[in-house]
């Protein structure tokens, strides 16, 4: 009984690997991103290029495992997710309004340590945030906001 059952795990991992994940692609949109309509410290643009893009950018580094099921589901639905909520990629795109909304989110997220994801530093060692890192991008949004506004 116990060979039945893991043979039929073992054929439906094989199986669910010709299901496609419906992973987005990448489709940057050359003088919209962040990087090019704001000034972005360095260490700051870092901090977002190692702990944000996978998410909210266009330039999404899919890991190997991101092509193996089920995991492609997941991060196929977290890169979509957070495209929805944040693409720094069309930056340009977004309304005024709407980017200092953005900006004072993106402070509170990772100042209440909610941004990145748990799951990601862990697998993404480069992602962790220090409290240093923390308050370089919380600071940055105050500043970047005043900026806007300016």
């Known amino acids: 009984m116990k060979k039945k059952i893991l043979y039929a795990l073992l054929g439906t991992l094989i199986v669910i690997q010709f299901v496609p994940s419906g992973r987005p692609d990448n ?5 919209s991103d962040i ?31 991101a092509s193996v099921a089920p995991v492609s589901f997941l991060v196929s639905s977290d890169v979509r997710e957070g495209r929805e909520n944040l693409d720094f990629s069309l930056w340009e795109k ?7 909304k953005v900006l004072t989110e993106i402070g509170e997220e ?3 340590g909610d941004m990145p994801l748990p799951v990601y530093p862990f697998l993404h060692p480069e992602a962790k945030l220090s409290q240093e890192d ?3 991008i919380l600071n940055w949004t105050k500043q970047a906001s005043e900026e806007l506004l300016d």
């Open 27 to 31: 489709k940057p949109v050359s003088g």
């Open 134 to 136: 923390r308050e370089l």
């Open 94 to 100: 977004i309304p005024l309004k709407k980017k200092l």
């Open 35 to 65: 990087h090019e309509q704001m000034n972005v410290p360095g260490d700051v643009s870092t901090i977002l290029t190692n702990a944000c893009y996978d998410c909210h950018s266009q330039k999404v580094n899919y890991p190997w495992y």
């Open 110 to 112: 990772v100042e209440e």
